[in-house]
């Protein structure tokens, strides 16, 4: 079974563009999440997606913002870039199934952000 | 709001010796679950193990092993046997039973092997 994917691994992006992460979860898994990890915040939930609705939302502005597709795929998109968005952002499916099997969060290898 | 804390920043453990990570969780909840992920220099999150709230007994995944301590809000990881690939940053995760449960982190403690 495939993992969690996530692209694209690397960019780097400009202050005030705009940026767009992709995520496949495991094949199965309703359930699609974010996360930010930085060295000083650590790691940081951003927002959940379950059949195309976001469930569940961390604290960040509004210039963060996702969506989750039909096949379960999600993106999440950065819009007017800050330098402080730098991050390795990381993407995780559970099946949400009930029981430890089901919430149990899987990670992809992450997406990582680089902001000038 | 529930909160995850490793206490220790960094360890340190000799090849094939026994080294034990510690976290405490504050929650009100009775319905919730607590994981180990590792997270090598890759930075690919990799879950190491989990435990369910309402199960007495601890886990086990091969050479990883938990001291669940539930009335003391405490989930220790045990790393028997340590090999140089064990060396990473570890995180203790607190979700919630309910279906909208984010995992909430621990600020990890860096575990180093030495040969």
């Known amino acids: 079974k495939a993992g969690v994917t996530q692209t694209p691994r690397y960019l780097i992006k400009t202050r005030g563009q705009q940026v767009t992460l992709s995520c496949s979860p495991i094949?199965?898994?309703?359930?699609v999440s974010w996360y930010q990890q930085t060295p000083g915040q650590g790691l940081q939930f951003l927002f959940e997606?379950?059949?195309?609705?976001?469930?569940n939302k961390g604290n960040f502005p509004g210039r963060f913002s996702g969506r989750q597709f039909s096949n379960s795929r999600s993106e999440m998109n950065v819009s007017t870039l800050e330098l402080g968005d730098s991050a390795l952002y990381l993407c995780?499916?559970?099946?949400?199934?009930?029981?430890?099997?089901?919430?149990?969060?899987?990670f992809g290898e992450g997406s990582w952000l680089t902001v000038v | 709001a529930q909160t995850v804390t490793q206490s220790q920043p960094e360890m340190s453990v000799q090849e094939a010796e026994t080294v034990t990570l510690s976290c405490t969780y504050d929650?009100?909840?009775?319905?919730?679950?607590l994981f180990w992920y590792k997270q090598p220099p890759s930075r690919q999150m990799i879950l190491v193990i989990r435990?369910?709230?309402?199960?007495?007994q601890n886990a086990t995944e091969n050479r990883f092993s938990v001291n669940f301590q539930k009335a003391a809000k405490s989930f220790s990881l045990k790393i028997s046997d340590s090999q140089l690939g064990d060396a990473a940053m570890y995180f203790c995760?607190?979700?919630?039973?309910?279906?909208?449960?984010?995992?909430?982190f621990g600020k990890g403690t860096k575990l180093s092997v030495k040969p």
């Open positions: 995780a499916s559970s099946s949400q199934q009930g029981g430890v099997s089901g919430n149990t969060i899987y």
């Open positions: 094949s199965g898994h309703r359930s």
């Open positions: 997606y379950f059949s195309e609705t976001q469930r």
């Open positions: 929650t009100s909840e009775s319905d919730y679950y």
């Open positions: 435990q369910e709230a309402y199960k007495q």
């Open positions: 995760a607190y979700r919630s039973g309910g279906s909208q449960g984010n995992l909430i």
